[in-house]
């Protein structure tokens, strides 16, 4: 996507957004990517959207959603790596230690309303709010050491719904509890484990393809994912999608 156009961001994301009238301010969201070793490759966990959806209907996604600021107020196992901290703050606009804290914990209510894993340690934990509750009544309190962040990336002007979203990425032995119903939420159905290769190759939004193509080459690389590793970053400059790094 680097150095795209508008016009042709726009091009390739039309069956993935409606175009609106005017400007919209982004709202942060997070997503995760869950990975998994299997056989030598790794594998990562997405679901399908509702058809019903009026947002990306019928696409494969990772968990994620929009942040709700007072997710910084949940109590935490372990905090966020130090770098990885400072890739949450880093960029445009001001986004202080408690919203990064916020916006990385949204990613792990997320994964937990929408696929049914509680990411965490066991450890005694009170929920201050109904959507954490489910961490209280099994045990988990959640952590964020675990935490890397792959990419950021802003929803282009001119859509109905705008995102300023962290992909965040965590491993599947980070997962301390797998409810077998799934999620409450319902959003996604057939959650899948995928190789890599297959992931991209799958219904996907373009934004999603290509943080999956980054993703694939820092493993390679970096099989740990090491904290503070390069992050690239996606927004529209004067009418042209680039790629930054953070």
Not at 74 to 90: C, D
Request: aromatic share 6%.
């Amino acid at each position: 996507m680097d150095g795209m156009s508008k016009a042709q961001v726009d091009k390739a994301d039309a069956r993935d957004r409606a175009l609106g009238p005017g400007p919209l301010r982004p709202r942060d969201a997070a997503t995760l990517v869950l990975l998994d070793r299997k056989g030598g490759d790794f594998h990562v966990l997405m679901g399908r959207r509702h058809m019903r959806h009026a947002f990306m209907p019928g696409k494969f996604v990772f968990p994620g959603g929009r942040t709700d600021p007072s997710d910084s107020r949940v109590a935490i196992g372990s905090g966020l790596h130090p770098h990885e901290e400072a890739k949450l703050t880093a960029g445009v606009g001001r986004t202080s230690l408690a919203r990064a804290r916020a916006i990385a914990l949204s990613a792990i209510r997320e994964t937990y309303e929408e696929a049914g894993l509680l990411i965490g340690e066991k450890a005694p934990f009170v929920a201050g709010k109904a959507e954490w509750q489910a961490f209280a009544d099994h045990g988990v309190r959640p952590a964020l050491s675990g935490l890397r962040m792959i990419a950021r990336a802003i929803t282009p002007p001119g859509r109905v719904r705008r995102f300023d979203t962290r992909f965040l990425s965590a491993w599947k032995s980070d997962v301390a509890v797998e409810l077998p119903e799934g999620g409450p939420t319902n959003e996604l159905e057939e959650l899948v484990w995928l190789p890599l290769g297959d992931a991209k190759n799958a219904d996907i939004p373009d934004i999603t393809r290509a943080v999956l193509g980054e993703l694939e080459k820092r493993l390679a690389e970096d099989p740990q994912l090491t904290p503070g590793g390069p992050t690239p970053f996606y927004r529209m400059i004067r009418k042209r999608f680039v790629r930054e790094l953070l």
